[in-house]
């Protein structure tokens, strides 16, 4: 086992990655930009490094300044967290050359699926259903016409880099993408440092479900069932659920059959989330997060199945403990992101946090990094804590889920919350049925505003 790991992450989920390290007898070393000084997670490691100034691109995008602190403290290993360089083939490939064990998959894994076309064409390869479409890269207007006529309009082309729900843009016909396309070229570019793009048959109002995984380094994959993440605002989620309430046991399982076996294939190792988009009974892959998710905890709740601790066991070599047929898939569980956002518009509301009241009782979970005092920085993203709850099902989830909402507090100057988004959503008559689609949120902030 790992005797130091570096987490090169903040907020929560740092919080969330030097538990399970401590759970485990593993030292752990934070680093920190200044922005973050006084930040929880520099608080509770053992050791803590500065790597540089509040921007992101200045400190926890910056590889020499990690991999240093790394050597420095003398960590074995690091855990990169979600978002950052979490998925960075480059960042995981210097990691390892320096000795360090990079706790996520292979560079060479992460390469291919950070590229959505070589994605599909792997994961397809492998006998994964994925969305119709042409999944060789482009930058030609002509190829991209071509493939949109074969796929039918509407189409969705998407920059093969993209992520964080941007580079896409949805075409109805042949004039909306010469319009369109040479505009997400450029918008592609700029974010993601290349304009190269993949075309697919843009499904209408689906529902968004994906599979958790768990593998070893000697061949063994577990899936831990899946979560269903349909409310999204601009194709990001912002409220997940596990299990889907859309799935039948049958199509559970087939769906789990499939992408197990060629995750085996693939040669796929540490955690990774297989996305689909769901639509008539059937399945489409879309992407591949080779990393911990933010909505991780809603899979744990349903299976008793610490994810992070397994993860740093398989990434030090360990034999999975778990077997898919002694996985119990146990009640529902849910989980509101609480974000310092305006709850209709969502633009974010950074200040200082002048009160913070988590709530808890049975079922509940909340995964934060904030307290009283604690400054939310404009730099990073908004999401300031996960309210988790737990119940035998979806009726007593929902209700549970209420009463943990009335308890929390999140006051600050000029801070706001999704708190009264989750509020207004709880008493909604689709959402208290599970039945809405990736669309339905935008639906209802239109209808609602
Ligand atoms: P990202 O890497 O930015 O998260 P994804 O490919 O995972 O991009 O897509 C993000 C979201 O965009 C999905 O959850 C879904 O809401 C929407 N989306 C992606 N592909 C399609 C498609 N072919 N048809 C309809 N919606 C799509």
Excluded at 9 to 17: D, F, H, Q, V
Excluded at 308 to 313: K, P
Excluded at 329 to 336: D, I, P, R, S, W
């Amino acid at each position: 086992m790992f005797k130091k790991v570096l987490i090169a992450n903040r907020g929560e989920i740092a919080l969330r990655i030097m538990r399970a390290c401590r759970d485990l007898g593993i030292k752990t070393v934070s680093v920190y930009s200044e922005a973050d000084r006084a930040a929880k997670h520099v608080r509770l490691s053992d050791e803590s490094v500065c790597i540089g100034p509040a921007a992101a691109k200045d400190s926890y995008l910056n590889i020499s300044r990690i991999v240093t602190a790394a050597e420095v403290s003398g960590a074995d290993a690091i855990h990169p967290g979600y978002g950052f360089l979490s998925e960075n083939a480059e960042f995981a490939r210097i990691v390892e050359e320096h000795g360090i064990t990079f706790i996520g998959p292979s560079p060479q894994i992460i390469d291919i699926m950070g590229d959505k076309g070589r994605a599909k064409a792997c994961i397809k390869n492998a006998g994964v259903p994925v969305v119709p479409g042409d999944n060789t890269a482009t930058r030609s207007l002509s190829d991209v016409l071509r493939a949109a006529k074969v796929c039918g309009y509407p189409a969705i082309i998407k920059a093969v880099a993209g992520g964080g729900g941007r580079g896409m843009a949805v075409v109805q016909s042949e004039e909306e993408v010469r319009t369109a396309f040479p505009v997400l070229q450029k918008e592609a570019m700029r974010a993601f440092g290349s304009d190269d793009v993949i075309v697919e048959k843009f499904i209408e109002n689906p529902r968004h479900i994906e599979l958790q995984f768990v593998a070893d380094k000697h061949g063994n994959a577990v899936c831990l069932w899946e979560r269903e993440c349909s409310l999204q605002r601009r194709n990001q989620k912002v409220f997940e659920e596990a299990p889907s309430s859309a799935l039948t046991e049958k199509e559970r399982e087939k769906i789990v059959k499939t992408t197990t076996s060629a995750l085996k294939k693939i040669g796929y190792t540490n955690v990774g989330t297989v996305e689909y988009l769901y639509k008539n009974k059937e399945f489409y892959f879309i992407e591949m997060n080779t990393r911990l998710q933010v909505e991780h905890p809603v899979t744990e709740m349903i299976t008793g199945v610490d994810i992070v601790r397994t993860q740093l066991m398989v990434a030090s070599g360990y034999h999975l403990e778990i077997n898919q047929k002694d996985l119990a898939l146990n009640g529902v569980a849910f989980e509101a992101r609480i974000n310092a956002e305006k709850p209709k518009t969502f633009t974010p509301t950074p200040g200082k946090i002048t009160a913070f009241h988590a709530p808890g009782g049975y079922g509940v979970r909340v995964d934060t990094g904030v307290y009283s005092g604690v400054d939310i920085s404009p730099h990073y993203d908004s999401m300031i804590a996960k309210l988790i709850v737990h119940a035998p099902n979806r009726k007593e989830a929902i209700l549970r889920l209420k009463r943990a909402l009335s308890e929390m507090v999140v006051e600050g100057r000029g801070v706001e919350t999704t708190i009264p988004l989750f509020q207004d959503l709880l008493e909604n008559k689709d959402v208290i049925e599970g039945d809405y689609h990736i669309n339905w949120l935008e639906n209802f902030l239109k209808n609602n505003s």
